[in-house]
């Protein structure tokens, strides 16, 4: 392919794709999570009285979104893009990081949001 920008993205475009296909369900890389913790914070803290959440016992609410693959939607809200550290903040503070939404601020600590964020990225 050559050492030219087009061939170094197409290789990193590449990379990337075969890292995302190997993502599996203990949590995305390079986050600081734990995805086992996280599904049993999920159903401590209800979170399945308001979302659709598979693999969830009882967690079948429709006032918020269904969870279903939310490890692999584009945005958070629609308007937040999706990574584990703004799942993590919007988790924590869902009103700092978009005022005025439909979710409340449940008091979730940042440790806690990072384990539920870890728990729901494997959600694909």
């Known amino acids: 392919m050559g050492d030219?920008?087009?061939?170094?993205?197409?290789?990193?475009s590449l990379l990337g794709l075969a890292?995302?296909?190997n993502a599996g369900a203990?949590?995305?890389d390079n986050f600081n999570g734990d995805?086992?913790?996280g599904?049993?914070?999920?159903?401590?803290?209800?979170?399945g009285t308001c979302h659709d959440i598979p693999g969830v016992a009882g967690a079948?609410?429709?006032?918020g979104p269904p969870l279903h693959r939310i490890g692999t939607r584009t945005y958070i809200a629609g308007y937040i893009q999706n990574?584990?550290?703004?799942?993590a903040a919007w988790i924590e503070d869902p009103q700092k990081a978009l005022p005025g939404n439909?979710?409340?601020?449940?008091?979730i600590p940042q440790k806690d949001a990072r384990d539920i964020a870890a728990f729901l990225y494997t959600l694909k």
């Open 83 to 87: 990574s584990p550290d703004n799942m």
């Open 35 to 37: 995805a086992r913790r």
């Open 19 to 21: 890292m995302i296909g």
């Open 39 to 47: 599904a049993d914070l999920v159903k401590n803290y209800r979170c």
């Open 26 to 28: 203990a949590g995305p």
């Open 60 to 63: 079948n609410g429709n006032v």
């Open 102 to 107: 439909a979710m409340p601020r449940m008091g």
């Open 4 to 12: 030219n920008p087009a061939s170094r993205l197409i290789i990193a």
